[in-house]
């Protein structure tokens, strides 16, 4: 299986922002979906952000719409999660994901990285 490594989590005030980016290992983005998950404690992992590998297009959750925002560089075969107006409820661990899916559901992502803790706290 592919593996992707994520980073930039840390601790931020609400409203604050920060950038955390995925790095693919041994796979080039260009040929898989990409997306962010993310879990908190006693919580089902949820989906973020997705990268739909076959369009080209970026989708996200209501809860992040219009503060989160996906990018990818693929010169740098990297992907990046901007995350803006952080909030109290955006805490968790956050996760990208890959999948050789090009049209994928959030199910389809298999490939996971070690995740990186985002807390936001005052």
């Known amino acids: 299986q592919e593996q992707l490594v994520e980073s930039g989590g840390g601790l931020v005030q609400p409203g604050g922002s920060l950038r955390l980016s995925c790095t693919p290992s041994?796979?080039?983005?260009?040929?898989?979906?990409i997306a962010w998950f993310r879990q908190a404690p006693g919580k089902e992992r949820e989906g973020v952000a997705l990268?739909?590998?076959?369009?080209?297009?970026?989708s996200y959750k209501d809860y992040v719409k219009g503060r989160f925002t996906m990018s990818l560089d693929n010169a740098k075969n990297t992907v990046y999660l901007q995350m803006d107006s952080l909030k109290p409820e955006d805490p968790a661990v956050y996760y990208c994901?890959?999948?050789?899916?090009?049209?994928?559901?959030?199910?389809?992502?298999?490939?996971w990285g070690q995740g990186t803790q985002v807390t936001v706290s005052s």
């Open positions: 994901a890959a999948s050789r899916f090009l049209q994928p559901v959030w199910s389809d992502f298999d490939s």
């Open positions: 041994g796979f080039k983005l260009g040929l898989y979906s």
């Open positions: 990268f739909t590998g076959g369009s080209a297009s970026i």
